[in-house]
């Protein structure tokens, strides 16, 4: 299993910017999925964006122009970049991963971001 960790979180303005990290404990070339959620208080964990193992990419329309989400396989690390960031985007953000379509989820332990003037 590749456990990840999160890191990155913080206060941001509205229309402000932040990037995310998602550190790995092992190699993320091969891994079939890696991925952002986000959860808010007294919502449920969504699903922000995710990248597969061949390249094709998701994103939450709520995000889509505004976050980008990439991976460096050599640093073992995925990123979420996220701009002109809203009030409505304050939650904590997990990363997840999954070796195989077969295998379990792996979770981080999750960063807050909050969006406040």
């Known amino acids: 299993q590749v456990q990840p960790m999160e890191s990155g979180g913080g206060l941001v303005q509205p229309g402000g910017s932040r990037r995310l990290s998602c550190s790995a404990s092992g190699s993320i070339f091969n891994l079939y999925v890696m991925g952002w959620y986000r959860q808010a208080v007294g919502k449920e964990r969504e699903l922000v964006a995710s990248?597969?193992?061949?390249?094709?990419?998701y994103y939450a329309a709520s995000v889509k122009g505004r976050f980008t989400i990439s991976r460096d396989n050599a640093k073992n690390t995925l990123y979420l970049q996220m701009n002109n960031l809203k009030f409505e985007d304050t939650a904590v953000y997990y990363c997840?991963?999954?070796?195989?379509?077969?295998?379990?989820?792996?979770w981080g332990q999750g960063t807050q971001v909050t969006v406040s003037s």
């Open positions: 997840k991963s999954r070796r195989s379509i077969t295998s379990p989820d792996s």
């Open positions: 990248i597969r193992r061949e390249g094709a990419i």
